[in-house]
């Protein structure tokens, strides 16, 4: 039996590792000061525990628009129509930023700095971005979803594209396919599932960054549920709070069933 | 020889389905821009106007958000380590395999859905209302956040392992603390870590807007620039989130493939 005689260092790196992760820790814990916590946090989220129990039920639907079903529907628009819309612009960036080749490739390497840079902006600065455009309200929602979507997506679909099997391409040029026939026989129909389970994915989380833009005014739920939490009427902030948590399970679910078909 | 071509069904011949799909596609996409009333005039100068103005940084800003930049990125530790710490336990409760109970694994992942359904700048605002503004509702919301996420991560983890070494405590007489320490824990603890440090990315990316809404870190400059028109100054904050985002996502990806 051949016993390695490990050198010191490989007898100390764990040790080393772990207290690099401690202090680091230690370094964060350092930073936040854990008191100053408002004297009535109890009373408040005792007021919102009992808002979420007696919900006000009134406020789900009122049949002229300013109730909770249509700002529900408002954000499940904006999520819709920023994720698909954005799919679409998505796939020639995801061409642009796929690496196929080994080593280094100009077009991919410009590809995915551009996707990089769009992907930075946080989806709330885009809305105050083009709020400033096109004015307060859903519009400025949607293009703030659906530029932010093309940055993500692009991202996940040239993955996709890189870890696509060659073998239908290399098939259909040994057979003496052109590129267009290429891309129509053997690409696209190994992608295209690949795309409509990562645009679904990306829908769900959509839907969840939807409900909160309205807080900047980009239309929404989250205009409605700011506009209760800083009046301090918990019973529709209770009712608010329960419309997107079976919203946001509702859309997980029948997503989450069609990808499941999908792969199959 | 007079084999015909099999006749496909009257639907599939026709890609009904496809058609269909297609249609509600179409139908739903218009009833969305219906909805949120896509087409409004762009006033393209506005919008350009602050692009010319986001491309000349003032860098004299810099030194002023390093702070704040450093308070983000604690934020985001502080957060990740408290929500994946409380998730070790609630994971095991909800893994097919450690807990025999249908009733108490189905009530724990149902009560988790529900937590991991509210999104994360969401529970910021609810933090906010109730311990008031500042780094705390911040670190809260990141903590309710990371729980979800490292819950589902881990107790999906722990439902794949080898049932083999369970099996083998459980014969020896261990009982229930000596099989997780022994039995569970080993087998995890690779990809424990690596989802800690996948969470801890997100968490950074997600603490530096939060700060819009009052729960500290460098959200809160943000605001402030963009109400106040500095554009210029903007670009400053969103080019420092930028650093810290990669140079954490580089780190994390180097440990994780070590780890891996």
Known sequence: ?264 | MNQTIPKRPFIKEWHVKGYIIFLLLNFALILSARITEVGQDFSSEQFFDLFVKMAHPDWSFLPSIITPLLQTVQMAIVGTVIGGLIAIPVALLAAKNIVRNPFVRFTVRFIMNLIRSIPEMLLAALFVAVVGIGVLSGVGALSVFSFGMMFKLLYEAIETIDQGPIEAMRAAGGNHTQIVVFAVIPQVLNQYLSFVLYTLEINVRSSAVLGYLGAGGIGLYLNTTLETFRYDRTAVVILGILVVVILVDVLSNKTREALS
């Open chain 1, 1 to 264: 039996m051949i016993t390695r005689k490990r050198s010191l260092y490989q007898h100390i790196r764990p040790y080393l590792v772990v207290t690099l992760a401690m202090v680091i820790i230690a370094w964060a814990f350092s930073g936040i000061q854990f008191t100053g916590i408002k004297d009535s946090a109890g009373q408040i989220l005792g007021a919102i525990l009992s808002g979420l129990c007696h919900p006000d039920w009134s406020f789900v639907y009122s049949g002229h628009g300013e109730d909770l079903t249509s700002a529900l529907l408002e954000t499940l628009a904006i999520a819709f129509l920023g994720t698909i819309v954005s799919a679409i612009i998505a796939v020639p960036f995801a061409f642009w930023a796929a690496k196929v080749t080994k080593g280094f490739s100009l077009r991919s390497t410009t590809g995915k700095l551009i996707l990089t840079i769009i992907r930075v902006f946080p989806e709330l600065v885009l809305a105050i971005m083009f709020i400033k455009a096109v004015g307060p309200g859903a519009f400025a929602g949607v293009l703030a979803m659906g530029v932010h979507s093309i940055g993500m997506m692009g991202k996940l679909f040239s993955e996709g594209i890189e870890n696509l099997n060659r073998g239908p391409e290399e098939a259909v040029i040994a057979a003496g396919g052109s590129r267009i026939d290429t891309l129509n026989w053997a690409t696209l129909p190994a992608m295209v599932p690949e795309f409509i389970n990562y645009t679904l994915y990306r829908f769900e989380i959509a839907v969840r960054s939807a409900s909160i833009l309205g807080i900047v005014g980009a239309g929404g739920v989250g205009a409605p549920l700011i506009f209760a939490l800083s009046t301090r009427w918990w019973s529709r902030v209770g009712i608010i709070l329960i419309g997107i948590i079976v919203m946001v399970t509702v859309i997980d679910w029948v997503s989450g069933a069609i990808r499941q078909n999908l792969l199959k």
